[in-house]
């Protein structure tokens, strides 16, 4: 099957595209611009690039509804993606239940003394994690960061990363992207043997949501936490 999907993808040029406000991860996000600008985008688009598609990646209803309705009246057409999960409102969108469920997870991740470091990133650490869980368990045709990859959107003003740490040891780790009014967590890596014992998983998603909470910001979960 991959040898018939690598063939039909070379006959058909698949990889021949502009994909527009790339950030070379998996869930684009939108800063706010004006949507009226989308037809001068695409004529300077099919101007330099005429044998390309051009794509806009993650795109939804509930956050880019007049994104969406810009690009339609522009010609382009919606092709589906993958299942979502999208928090709108991140302060008060869960459940007692959900709210108990965490409170009992943060409960487990300080019984094994685990703790979360904003400071201190092992970026060798955080790129074995990414790609252990990103690469070997998920699939190989996910992005392959390297280190310096890493670090570059560690150094950025777009990316906030943070580490749990079982005493120095880097057990998890988290890569925050936030544009505008949203976040997303695009980078997630943990140590899977010790995945369900210690609730790492679990302890990644409570991270996420803190953030966003403390920020005010929408939740972009792709198809994960």
Known sequence: LETLL?????????????????????????????????????????????????????????????????????????????????????????????????????????????EWDLSNINIEAATALYQLLYLKRYSAYNPAYTSDMLEHMRQSELFTFCALKEKEETKAVIGVLEIGDTLSAPIIGHNTIEEKEKGLYRAMVTKIYEIANKQDKRIHGSAGA
Not at 67 to 90: E, G, K, M, T
């Open 6 to 114: 690598r063939w039909v993808a070379r006959k058909t040029k698949f990889d021949k595209v502009v994909m527009v406000n790339n950030y070379l991860v998996s869930t684009n996000l939108y800063e706010a611009f004006d949507v009226n600008l989308v037809g001068d985008i695409t004529k300077e688009l099919m101007q330099r690039y005429p044998d390309h598609l051009i794509l806009f990646r993650n795109l939804n209803k509930e956050f880019n509804e007049a994104l969406i309705r810009s690009l339609s009246n522009s010609n382009y057409a919606p092709v589906f993606s993958r299942y979502i999960y999208l928090i709108s409102d991140s302060k008060n969108s869960l459940s007692s239940k959900q709210r108990n469920t965490m409170r009992r997870d943060e409960k487990m991740r300080r019984a094994f003394e685990l």
